[in-house]
């Protein structure tokens, strides 16, 4: 499923037109990206949690040529799943 999926279904579900249902998923991808690139976490209770992490600084092997390179430090973004997608994902 891509974005347009998504907003196609979240369209149907909610009865609204696409236009909106566009908007409504770029405010919220909005407001997660705002708030991880502030160091916080969003939380979606039943869905899950979006955090960020530190990565450290490490060697790395260009997989072409076999020389070390050097991969810097970095935040990362990471999602957590909740108790419930978890289950729903495994239900059979």
């Not at 991880?36 to 949690?49: A, D």
């Given at each position: 499923m891509n974005k347009g999926d998504l907003i196609e279904r979240m369209a149907a579900a909610a009865g609204i037109p696409k236009t909106q249902a566009g908007t409504a998923v770029e405010a919220m991808v909005s407001a997660i990206t705002?708030?991880?690139?502030?160091?916080?976490?969003?939380?979606?209770?039943?869905?899950?949690?979006?955090?960020?992490?530190?990565?450290?600084?490490?060697?790395?092997?260009?997989?072409?040529?076999?020389?070390?390179?050097?991969?810097?430090?970095r935040r990362v973004a990471k999602f957590t799943p909740g108790l419930e997608l978890k289950q729903a994902v495994n239900k059979k």
């Open positions: 705002g708030a991880l690139k502030k160091g916080g976490h969003v939380t979606l209770v039943g869905f899950g949690s979006f955090t960020t992490a530190h990565r450290a600084a490490r060697t790395g092997r260009n997989p072409k040529t076999g020389k070390a390179i050097a991969i810097p430090a």
